[in-house]
């Protein structure tokens, strides 16, 4: 079964400072990959995706993720961070199954952005 | 355009009660999913419907919940005899088709069980 590994739960980081959160997946078939991310209190926003083409894709706050298919990863990136990337930041992988199509998430990395 | 409506937002109910969440897709889309978040869990899968049909429930309890996206009206994820595990945040997320994976997510509707 396709699944997502998000390695760390928790990531400090001071302002202006770089940051990497770290996704691994698991699965045997194509893939497209997406990284959401989610304000307190509030739902899921997607932030980037990956369905085929260049292996790395941005989006347009500054993140940006790299497909890399020889180590499963999809590791999201910032050279820069502002406070306002506090937030928790969700992996996932479609998975296409049976006539099913849904998304599997990871578990989340929080992201906190301190002063 | 509006987005993805959940209602209630916030729900408190009695063990052994019954919780009724809906979920309103956004215009033109005819895919809803239910989600539910534990801390330090992430989201995992519920239920994929389309309209008048459950494509996919291999996330749901066997016992106690349903879900619905009736022809007309919003979705509905219903939970019946609450129990103090049914305490969770419940997101609703739909999508036009699924070729570009993209969901769009609500608020969610935090579920308190006493």
């Known amino acids: 079964a396709q699944s997502v590994t998000q390695l760390d739960s928790q990531v400090p980081v001071f302002e202006e400072a770089p940051v990497e959160l770290r996704c691994n997946y698991s699965s045997s078939v194509s893939v497209y990959l997406f990284w959401y991310v989610q304000y307190p209190n509030q739902g899921l926003q997607l932030l980037l995706k990956?369905?085929?083409?260049?292996?790395l894709v941005e989006s347009i706050n500054g993140f940006e993720a790299e497909f890399n298919k020889s180590q499963t990863s999809f590791h999201l990136r910032k050279p820069s961070v502002h406070i306002s990337d506090t937030a928790e930041y969700f992996c996932?992988?479609?998975?296409?199954?049976?006539?099913?199509?849904?998304?599997?998430f990871g578990k989340g990395t929080k992201l906190t952005v301190n002063p | 355009n509006a987005g993805v409506m959940q209602n209630p937002r916030h729900l408190v109910r009695r063990r052994g009660q019954e919780a009724r969440l809906r979920c309103s897709p956004m215009k033109g889309h005819s895919h809803v999913y239910w989600y539910r978040q534990l801390p330090e869990e992430g989201l995992k899968f519920m239920v994929y419907?389309?309209?008048?049909?459950?494509?996919?429930e291999s996330g749901m309890p066997k016992e106690r919940f349903s879900a619905e996206f009736p022809k007309e009206g919003p979705s509905i994820l219903r939970i019946q005899q609450v129990v103090r595990g049914d305490s969770a945040a419940y997101f609703c997320?739909?999508?036009?088709?699924?070729?570009?994976?993209?969901?769009?997510f609500g608020e969610g509707s935090r579920l308190t069980v006493l």
């Open positions: 997320a739909s999508s036009p088709w699924l070729s570009t994976g993209e969901l769009f």
């Open positions: 419907l389309q309209k008048e049909n459950i494509i996919d």
């Open positions: 996932a992988v479609s998975v296409t199954q049976g006539g099913s199509e849904k998304l599997v």
């Open positions: 990956y369905l085929s083409g260049s292996t």
